[in-house]
């Protein structure tokens, strides 16, 4: 099977995967929490967006086609793979650096643990107030253009988005080690 009838689609492909990888990464690292994921998340984002190129290059806005297809394949693989998958400790901290590291600054290790915090808070909110809020917030989209990627109202977004800012609240004492409550 050939994916690509003439060398000039080729290289419109090339260079919008080249310039739209980053920004794909790291929104797909804000819906899934874990790099690796998110890298498995974008692989297979654009296998099916090159695969469809014709129909994608025809798009109106191609980045928001590409948002859709990764949440939709995002949504999809948590469905196939939710009552299969083992995770073990040393997966969970495989990307962490070791505590009590001489080399790290502390500056760094605050960063790194907050980042970690964050991102272990967001993995605790359901997938659609996750792609809420790694939309609002990492892609910096309104609401009507999230509503047209999630398939939903703005009413719904807007939902989703206070539903996921009061989970994290609450969250909140309880990933940072502060006894506070609210």
């Not at 196939?80 to 990307?95: G, L």
């Amino acid at each position: 099977m050939r994916l690509f009838g003439r060398s000039a689609e080729r290289a419109e492909v090339e260079a919008y995967v080249a310039s739209a990888m980053p920004r794909l990464v790291g929104l797909a690292h804000a819906m899934t929490g874990n790099k690796a994921d998110a890298e498995d998340l974008v692989q297979d984002t654009l296998a099916t967006v090159i695969t469809k190129w014709a129909k994608v290059s025809e798009a109106t806005n191609i980045d928001a086609y590409v948002r859709r297809t990764m949440v939709n394949t995002l949504i999809s693989k948590k469905r196939r793979r939710w009552n299969t998958e083992v995770v073990s400790h040393e997966v969970v901290t495989a990307d962490r650096p070791p505590t009590g590291s001489p080399e790290l600054r502390d500056d760094v290790s605050t960063g790194v643990s907050n980042r970690d915090a964050v991102l272990g808070m967001l993995r605790e909110l359901p997938e659609r107030q996750r792609a809420v809020i790694a939309l609002r917030y990492y892609e910096d989209l309104p609401d009507a253009e999230i509503a047209r990627a999630l398939d939903c109202s703005e009413q719904a977004v807007r939902s989703a988005a206070h539903n996921a800012m009061k989970s994290l609240r609450r969250l909140m004492p309880e990933h940072a080690g502060q006894g506070a409550t609210q």
